[in-house]
């Protein structure tokens, strides 16, 4: 008998099972985090609560639950899994929809990923012998159940909205040992669990991870020998699970576990392209490692998804991109090809768009060329009118893990230190022509003109000038020059608007000339 804080929703909706005379269990990972404490895993991402009850009798017993009615219902009950989602009125996120799922018992699998049929199970038993991992197949009794020897006990401490609970835990498989012992291993055979359902090889990683505990020895090899069968997996499924891995403190781990046991093959191959790929003088580590390492950092300062996705594939153009070897190799343009590629590897992962967006400009900027004197506060507003001013934040993090990744001594050296104070300086300079004082609406107005291209070719000719002189946003100066650029054709009105670009463009290029002089890596 074990003593458990557990919030009062979980209470409420366990109490409404067990009144209707049905079973209900905590069960699956949130009884694993509770068992390992709140210190370590901040306790329960999510709530899992599974019951004899069936998922039309679930939605019965609770379309009005927490003030809701019958025409908007608590309840949604959107796939084929027997999962019912439950909405709370808690605003506490991991609490807001609980999901209660009837016992199951999966039937055959003849493709590796999906079960022929879901079959519903009668008993708790059943239930936790078609989970993952011994961890994993633990389930704490919330019934009050006058056929089970010990009832529940719903004690007065109330500690914030959580109720202490002494509640029975079902542990068939050792998990509790396990757990204290900190070894992932397979519920039963486990050449035969993976092979059922082979999501199952990159989640033994996930936790590994995840959790700092170590994959049982043998379970090890069984993992590499399958590894394959990962082709079968839906790109969706291992996304979710791959996002999970990049996000937990032991990322970087966990990549080198990937490839150890031969699973990164049918994620990011890739990056295995690094491996044993050598870079020059100003590099100790392998591109593969390098790349690791930079995630690594970005873990450690704990950056968003796309940052750490960024920081793991910067250079993953770097292997095609190689010319030479030893001391003076260089790389010229693996950013270019890298954010490429960055992005095939995301689409095919079925990653959202905008993050896919957001990490291939990462990429591509990643090499921006800073150095104190050199660059005019002109050029700086350039820099930012190109990388935009949302992302200076996060390609200044992917810069710094891939600094700190190559194992020198400073994150955020005096140059990049420098580059910031720059940044600040003109960081409410305009640089976008939304921020210009005239709008299009204005120069439509001014020339007396109707909406069309030349509205666009004029705001970025007055743009390029407020980027060299931002005392020129003004209305009255731009009226003037508006006036000036109106009487010409739309020919010269373009060739003054490519000018522009150009500069900007010779600009970036001259960086990266600069660039592949001094660090071999264009
Ligand atoms: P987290 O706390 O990170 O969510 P989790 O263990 O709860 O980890 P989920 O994906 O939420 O992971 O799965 C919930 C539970 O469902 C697991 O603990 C496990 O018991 C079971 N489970 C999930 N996926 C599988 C699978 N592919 N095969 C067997 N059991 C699984
Ligand atoms: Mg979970």
């Known amino acids: 008998m074990k003593e458990f804080l557990i919030p009062e929703e979980i209470q409420e909706i366990a109490e409404t099972l067990t009144r209707n005379g049905y079973e209900a269990y905590l069960v699956g990972g949130c009884v694993r985090d509770l068992l390992i404490g709140n210190s370590l895993t901040g306790g329960p991402k999510d709530w899992d609560i599974t019951t004899n009850a069936h998922p039309k009798e679930i939605q019965k017993l609770f379309s009005t639950f927490a003030g809701a009615t019958a025409d908007k219902p608590a309840t949604v009950y959107e796939n084929d899994f027997g999962t019912v989602g439950i909405k709370t009125r808690s605003e506490d996120s991991t609490l807001k929809v609980v999901e209660v799922t009837t016992f199951r018992i999966e039937g055959t699998y003849s493709d590796k990923r999906h079960p022929d049929e879901i079959k519903f199970a009668k008993t708790i038993e059943e239930d936790l012998s078609r989970r993952d991992f011994t961890v994993n197949a633990m389930a704490l009794s ?290 976008h022509p939304k921020m210009l004082a005239v709008k299009g609406d204005d120069i439509m107005r001014f020339l007396n003109i109707p909406a069309g291209p030349r509205i666009g070719d004029i705001l970025f000719v007055l743009l390029e000038e407020v980027l060299d002189d931002p005392s020129k946003n003004t209305k009255e100066y731009l009226k003037e020059k508006v006036k000036e650029l109106g009487v010409l054709s739309l020919v010269e009105l373009r060739k003054l608007a490519d000018e522009g670009r150009k500069k900007r463009d010779s600009i970036e290029e001259g960086v990266e000339n600069d660039i592949k002089k001094r660090y071999f890596v264009k």
């Open 142 to 431: 919330l019934t009050n159940n006058p056929q089970q020897t010990i009832h529940n006990k719903r004690k007065e401490n109330v500690v914030g909205s959580k109720l202490s609970v002494v509640g029975l835990l079902i542990d068939p498989y050792r998990g509790q040992e396990d757990l204290k012992d900190k070894i992932i291993r397979t519920v039963g055979d486990a050449e035969k669990r993976f092979n059922e359902d082979a999501l199952r090889l990159l989640r033994a990683v996930r936790l590994s991870a995840q959790l700092g505990f170590e994959i049982e020895q043998e379970t090890q090899k069984v993992i590499k020998k399958n590894a394959p069968l990962l082709k079968h997996i839906a790109e969706e499924r291992i996304r979710d699970e791959f996002q999970k891995l990049i996000m937990t403190p032991r990322a970087a781990e966990g990549m080198f576990m990937l490839q150890k046991f031969d699973l990164l093959e049918y994620i990011i191959p890739e990056l295995l392209e690094g491996v044993g790929c050598k870079q020059n003088k100003h590099h100790v580590y392998t591109v593969f490692e390098h790349n690791v390492r930079a995630l690594e950092y970005a873990t450690e300062k704990n950056y968003s998804l796309e940052v750490r996705l960024a920081s793991l594939l910067h250079d993953v153009g770097k292997p095609r991109t190689k010319s030479g070897s030893g001391e003076s190799a260089t790389f010229y343009n693996h950013e270019m090809v890298g954010a490429r590629m960055a992005k095939d590897v995301l689409d095919r992962l079925r990653f959202p768009r905008d993050l896919v967006q957001k990490v291939r400009h990462l990429i591509r900027y990643h090499m921006f060329y800073y150095n104190v004197g050199e660059v005019s506060e002109a050029g700086v507003r350039r820099f930012i009118a190109r990388i935009g001013v949302e992302n200076i934040d996060d390609i200044l993090s992917v810069r710094e893990a891939d600094r700190v990744g190559s194992k020198v001594p400073k994150a955020f050296p005096y140059k990049l230190r420098h580059l910031l104070f720059m940044i600040d300086k003109v960081r409410h300079d305009p640089v």
